[in-house]
């Protein structure tokens, strides 16, 4: 069992920045896939970002690419993902997830663990 707690999330302006952490408990992440998803009001969860065991390949959302960075550290079992230029658009639950899949993956069911998201709220 893989345990993932989210945290980090907040309220902003448009413009700003948050970094999210994922801990990771019960086992090690270093060899897990994890991804980043999220989930507005009225709307399907969607993919953010995931990155491979090693970080070696990393896939992200376009509406993402290039504010978003995911990374992790496998030493701390903690994968992060960093929001810059946060949109109104950004608003959502973002959550954490694990595979034990070889290959870095964007779809949702192939993601076996979730952590219990953490609030992301951009407002003017």
């Known amino acids: 069992q893989v345990l993932l707690v989210e945290s980090g999330g907040g309220s902003l302006q448009p413009g700003g920045s948050l970094r999210l952490s994922c801990a990771g408990a019960?086992?090690?992440?270093?060899?897990?896939?994890m991804g980043w998803f999220r989930q507005a009001p009225g709307r399907e969860r969607e993919f953010v970002a995931s990155?491979?065991?090693?970080?070696?390949?990393?896939y992200y959302a376009d509406s993402v690419k290039g504010r978003f960075t995911i990374s992790r550290e496998n030493a701390k079992n903690t994968v992060y993902l960093q929001m810059n230029s946060l949109k109104l658009e950004d608003t959502a639950v973002y959550y954490c997830?694990?595979?034990?899949?070889?290959?870095?993956?964007?779809?949702?069911?192939?993601?076996?663990?979730w952590g219990q998201g953490t609030q992301v709220t951009v407002s003017s």
């Open positions: 997830a694990a595979t034990p899949n070889l290959y870095a993956s964007r779809g949702r069911y192939e993601y076996e663990y």
């Open positions: 990155i491979s065991w090693s970080g070696g390949t990393i």
């Open positions: 019960g086992r090690t992440l270093s060899r897990y896939v």
